[in-house]
T-cell receptor, first 117, second 113 residues
Framework: DGGITQSPKYLFRKEGQNVTLSCEQNLNHDAMYWYRQDPGQGLRLIYYSQIVNDFQKGDIAEGYSVSREKKESFPLTVTSAQKNPTAFYLC????????????????FGPGTRLTVT | QKEVEQNSGPLSVPEGAIASLNCTYSDRGSQSFFWYRQYSGKSPELIMS????GDKEDGRFTAQLNKASQYVSLLIRDSQPSDSATYLC?????????????FGTGTRLTIIP
């Protein structure tokens, strides 16, 4: 059963604590992404990785860190430096494309809802 | 100006009617376009992709692309209450090895029984 899994579904933390969100995919996709979604708002890109052991900052990387040690896994750490960490966090992945290939599909995991108090 | 713009809605459509969702984009280098459906509290689900000018049909859904006008739309025929959701438009500019989607903020659609 192929797909993207995120755990946990709900996460509660005290302010000042670091927390790591899990994302695993068995789609054999090269690229993986982390987004944040706040109520009533669109998706904002936090970090993305096109290949193992490499990743790039997205639009709102401050206060977050990632690693990509395995193709299947792309965990996100929300650090205490993130000012407003309460949000819905979405992991996504997409397959490899070659030059001239316009087709592209990015799929999302079920998300983790993080609440920090 | 946002790179991908959508009317936030809410858009209310009677059951059985055609729902029309619109999206404009500013980056002329964008080549691929996508529609995602997101139910409240859930993650986005890819429902349509379109890569060339014209119409692409899949069941009750039709995506339309006009690159000259930088306009993408999604038509939902015979709208059902289960179509009530937020619809996200996304664009991709080819940049092999460094690709990321640009999303609009979404249009909330409500189908009225």
């Amino acid at each position: 059963d192929g797909g993207i899994t995120q755990s946990p579904k709900y996460l509660f933390r005290k302010e000042g604590q670091n927390v790591t969100l899990s994302c695993e995919q068995n789609l054999n996709h090269d690229a993986m992404y982390w987004y944040r979604q706040d109520p009533g708002q669109g998706l904002r890109l936090i970090y993305y990785s096109q290949i193992v052991n490499d990743f790039q900052k997205g639009d709102i990387a401050e206060g977050y860190s990632v690693s990509r040690e395995k193709k299947e896994s792309f965990p996100l750490t929300v650090t205490s430096a993130q000012k407003n960490p309460t949000a819905f966090y979405l992991c996504a992945s997409s397959g490899h494309r070659t030059a001239g290939d316009l087709t592209y599909e990015q799929y999302f995991g079920p998300g983790t809802r993080l609440t920090v108090t | 100006q946002k790179e991908v713009e959508q009317n936030s809605g809410p858009l209310s459509v009677p059951e059985g009617a055609i729902a029309s969702l619109n999206c404009t984009y500013s980056d002329r280098g964008s080549q691929s376009f996508f529609w995602y459906r997101q139910y409240s509290g859930k993650s986005p689900e890819l429902i349509m992709s379109i890569y060339s000018n014209g119409d692409k049909e899949d069941g009750r859904f039709t995506a339309q692309l006009n690159k000259a006008s930088q306009y993408v739309s999604l038509l939902i025929r015979d709208s059902q209450p289960s179509d009530s959701a937020t619809y996200l438009c996304a664009a991709l500019r080819p940049n092999f090895g460094n690709e990321k989607l640009t999303f609009g903020t979404g249009t909330r659609l409500t189908i009225i029984p």
